[in-house]
C-alpha cells in the first residue's frame, strides 16, 4: 500500500472516528465544537480515534496533547458518567488492564511505594498551594463548612468525635499524608499518634509540621507495623490496598486495636464490584490505584470486625475538588516553570474528571467505623 492510500485509510478512520464520538456525545447533550461549557473544541481529529481504541485513557491523553478543549471539564465528565457513555466504549486493548487488576497483586509490599515516589512525591510546592493549611489532601465535610479550611477541620473533628477520643490515648494513623490529622488530633484531643506513610516527602514535611507535639512519622508499610493501638484511622489510603490485599489490611488493623478500640476507615468506593480502575487514572495519577465496593469491604471484615457505622457524603468530594482546583488555577502562575504546560493540562483533568465522577454518584466517599467485638449497647454516631 503506497503512502497516499494509507493517508487516504487514515483519514477515513479519523472521519468515522469523529462519527461515532460525535453521535455518542449527543446522548449526553454534548456537542462538538459547540459553544456551551460543556462542549467540546476537536483541535485535532485524531482524538476520536484514541477515544474509540483506548477509552478514557485515549481521551485523556488526547486532553493533554492539546486535541481537544473544553471550558468545564467538571460539567462534561458528569454528564459523560451520568448517561454512562463510559460504557458504551470497550476497547478491546484494554482487556489486559483488566486482567491485570483481575488476576495480579499489584499493591504487594514491594509495589506499595511507587505511588509514593510517582505522585506524592511529585512536589511539596503544588500541594502547598493547592490544599488547605492543613494540607489534608482527602474529601473535607461540607454540612455546615463554607471554605476548603473549615471543610477540612470539619471533617478531622468530626473523625476524632466518632473515636471519641481521649487525652493520652495513642492513635495509629494508616497513610497519614502530611500529618494533617495527627497534628489535629494531637493538639485539639490530647492524644498520641504514630502515622506512616510511603511517600519520604510527606514525611519529612509531616515531621516538620508536627514537631513539638506527641507524634511520631515513619516511612513504612501497613503490613510491618506490629504495636497494638487505642484507636486507628486511615483516611484516604484504603484506595491504594487492592483487592487482592483488603482482607490482610483487616486482619493487619485488628491485629493492632486493642479490645475495645475503634477504628476509622475513610474511603472512596465504587458501585459496581467487577468494574476496572480507570486506565487513565492508573498510569497518570495513581499506579495501582483499586478503589473499593461496599461488597469487597463487608467481605474484606468478615469474622474481623463489626461494622458500626457507615457515612456517606461523596458529593463533598465534588465541592472540595473544585476548591482544590480554584486554588491550583491560582496557582499556577508560579508553578508554571517547574512543571510544565503538559502537566498543567493533566492535573486539571485529573481534578476535574474526579469532581464530574462524584457529582454523578459514580463514585463514592465512605466513613466506617469499625469495632473487634462489638460496641456493648451500640455505637451512636456524634451529632
Same mark, same amino acid.
Given at each position: 500500500m503506497d503512502q497516499q492510500s494509507i493517508a487516504g485509510e487514515s483519514r477515513e478512520q479519523a472521519s468515522g472516528g469523529m462519527k461515532l464520538i460525535t453521535d455518542l456525545l449527543n446522548r449526553a447533550d454534548i456537542r462538538v465544537n459547540g459553544t456551551r461549557p460543556w462542549d467540546i473544541r476537536v483541535h485535532n481529529p485524531r482524538m476520536a480515534q484514541r477515544t474509540v481504541t483506548q477509552a478514557n485513557l485515549g481521551l485523556g491523553e488526547a486532553y493533554m496533547d492539546g486535541d481537544w478543549d473544553c471550558d468545564a471539564l467538571d460539567q462534561f465528565f458528569d454528564r459523560i458518567l451520568r448517561t454512562r457513555l463510559d460504557r458504551a466504549v470497550s476497547p478491546l486493548r484494554l482487556v489486559f488492564h483488566a486482567l491485570r487488576f483481575r488476576l495480579l497483586n499489584l499493591q504487594t509490599s514491594k509495589r506499595a511505594f511507587q505511588v509514593g515516589e510517582q505522585h506524592y512525591d511529585i512536589g511539596n510546592d503544588l500541594y502547598r498551594a493547592m490544599l488547605d493549611e492543613r494540607l489534608t489532601y482527602t474529601c473535607g465535610y461540607w454540612e455546615q463548612a463554607t471554605t476548603l479550611e473549615e471543610a477540612q477541620e470539619a471533617k478531622l473533628d468530626l473523625i476524632c468525635r466518632k473515636l471519641d477520643l481521649q487525652p493520652g490515648q495513642r492513635v495509629l494513623d494508616i497513610g497519614c499524608g502530611w500529618g494533617s490529622f495527627a497534628k489535629f488530633a494531637a493538639e485539639r484531643y490530647g492524644v498520641q499518634v504514630v502515622g506512616i506513610t510511603i511517600s519520604r516527602e510527606q514525611a519529612t514535611l509531616a515531621r516538620e509540621l508536627c514537631a513539638g507535639l506527641p507524634v511520631e512519622i515513619r516511612v513504612q508499610d501497613y503490613r510491618d507495623v506490629r504495636? #497494638?493501638?487505642?484507636?486507628?484511622?486511615?483516611?484516604?489510603?484504603?484506595?491504594?490496598?487492592?483487592?487482592?490485599?483488603?482482607?490482610?489490611?483487616?486482619?493487619?488493623?485488628?491485629?493492632?486495636?486493642?479490645?475495645?478500640?475503634?477504628?476509622?476507615?475513610?474511603?472512596?468506593?465504587?458501585?459496581?464490584? #467487577?468494574?476496572?480502575?480507570?486506565?487513565?487514572?492508573?498510569? =497518570?495519577?495513581?499506579?495501582?490505584?483499586?478503589?473499593?465496593?461496599?461488597? /469487597?469491604?463487608?467481605?474484606?471484615?468478615?469474622?474481623?470486625?463489626?461494622?458500626?457505622?457507615?457515612?456517606?457524603?461523596?458529593?463533598?468530594?465534588?465541592?472540595?475538588?473544585?476548591?482544590?482546583?480554584?486554588?491550583?488555577?491560582?496557582?499556577?502562575?508560579?508553578? #508554571?516553570?517547574?512543571?510544565?504546560?503538559?502537566?498543567?493540562?493533566?492535573?486539571? =483533568?485529573?481534578?476535574?474528571?474526579?469532581?464530574?465522577?462524584?457529582?454523578?454518584?459514580?463514585? /463514592?466517599?465512605? /466513613?466506617?467505623?469499625?469495632?473487634?467485638?462489638?460496641?456493648?449497647?451500640?455505637?451512636?454516631?456524634?451529632?
Open positions: 504495636e #497494638r493501638f487505642d484507636h486507628l484511622v486511615s483516611v484516604g489510603m484504603f484506595e491504594h490496598v487492592g483487592r487482592k490485599n483488603f482482607r490482610e489490611y483487616m486482619e493487619v488493623a485488628a491485629r493492632c486495636l486493642r479490645g475495645d478500640g475503634l477504628f476509622l476507615l475513610h474511603t472512596i468506593g465504587k458501585n459496581l464490584t #467487577r468494574s476496572t480502575p480507570d486506565p487513565w487514572i492508573d498510569k =497518570y495519577i495513581f499506579p495501582n490505584g483499586d478503589l473499593p465496593s461496599l461488597t /469487597q469491604i463487608s467481605q474484606s471484615v468478615e469474622d474481623v470486625f463489626v461494622i458500626e457505622d457507615v457515612h456517606s457524603f461523596g458529593p463533598d468530594y465534588d465541592r472540595t475538588l473544585m476548591a482544590w482546583h480554584e486554588n491550583f488555577e491560582a496557582a499556577w502562575p508560579t508553578l #508554571r516553570d517547574s512543571y510544565g504546560e503538559r502537566f498543567y493540562r493533566m492535573w486539571k =483533568y485529573y481534578l476535574l474528571s474526579c469532581a464530574g465522577a462524584f457529582r454523578s454518584r459514580g463514585i /463514592q466517599l465512605w /466513613q466506617f467505623v469499625l469495632s473487634r467485638e462489638g460496641v456493648r449497647g451500640g455505637y451512636r454516631r456524634p451529632a
